[in-house]
């Protein structure tokens, strides 16, 4: 069982993961569906994005910490450094071994007989996020547990 504090640290730590994670997402997509940026330089900055934005959540929210340890920081950025390559690396695999697979969204216009894509997206570039987003959410809730909010 565990602990309800870490319930609680858990839960905040999925919402701030959640917030996280669109920030990844959206910036993932924008940057190299929008913009063709290739797919490792989109996910790092997108990775890197949402770790500013996790940092800034997590340190004041989940952990409760105000006060200004630069050692701390720097603990999280390691950490993050080491799951944020984990992350991109992940994400590679998964879009290597996933099938490439769009999923479109269709109008169809019954009285004329036709059909119309109103969007498509790549589902398998969803599906390599999410998965490479498990990776490193479990790398960094137990590295923020375990070494850098660690309770004295």
Same mark, same amino acid.
Not at 1 to 25: C, E, H, P
Not at 63 to 88: C, E, H, P
Not at 117 to 122: A, H
């Given at each position: 069982?565990?602990?309800?504090?870490?319930?609680?640290? +858990?839960?905040?730590?999925?919402?701030?993961?959640?917030?996280?994670?669109?920030?990844?997402?959206?910036?993932?997509?924008?940057?190299?569906?929008?913009?063709?940026?290739?797919?490792?330089?989109?996910?790092?900055?997108?990775?890197?994005?949402?770790?500013?934005?996790?940092?800034?959540?997590?340190?004041?929210?989940?952990?409760?910490?105000?006060?200004?340890?630069?050692?701390? &920081?720097?603990?999280?950025? =390691? =950490?993050?450094?080491?799951?944020?390559? =984990?992350?991109?690396?992940?994400?590679?695999?998964?879009?290597?071994?996933?099938?490439?697979?769009?999923?479109?969204?269709?109008?169809?216009?019954?009285?004329?007989?036709?059909?119309?894509? =109103?969007?498509?997206?790549?589902?398998?570039?969803?599906?390599?996020?999410? +998965?490479?987003?498990?990776?490193?959410?479990?790398?960094?809730?137990?590295?923020?547990?375990?070494?850098? &909010?660690?309770?004295?």
């Amino acid at each position: 069982m565990i602990s309800r504090d870490t319930y609680i640290q +858990l839960t905040k730590f999925g919402i701030v993961g959640g917030l996280s994670f669109a920030v990844d997402l959206t910036l993932y997509y924008l940057l190299s569906e929008c913009f063709g940026f290739p797919t490792y330089i989109s996910k790092a900055l997108s990775v890197i994005s949402a770790t500013l934005f996790n940092y800034y959540l997590n340190t004041k929210w989940t952990w409760g910490q105000t006060d200004k340890d630069k050692g701390r &920081f720097a603990r999280y950025m =390691l =950490l993050y450094i080491i799951s944020g390559a =984990l992350n991109v690396g992940s994400n590679e695999f998964f879009l290597f071994t996933i099938p490439e697979s769009n999923i479109n969204i269709f109008f169809e216009n019954i009285e004329l007989g036709n059909s119309t894509i =109103l969007t498509s997206f790549k589902s398998h570039k969803f599906a390599a996020v999410i +998965l490479a987003t498990m990776v490193g959410m479990v790398v960094n809730f137990l590295g923020q547990k375990l070494w850098i &909010f660690k309770e004295d």
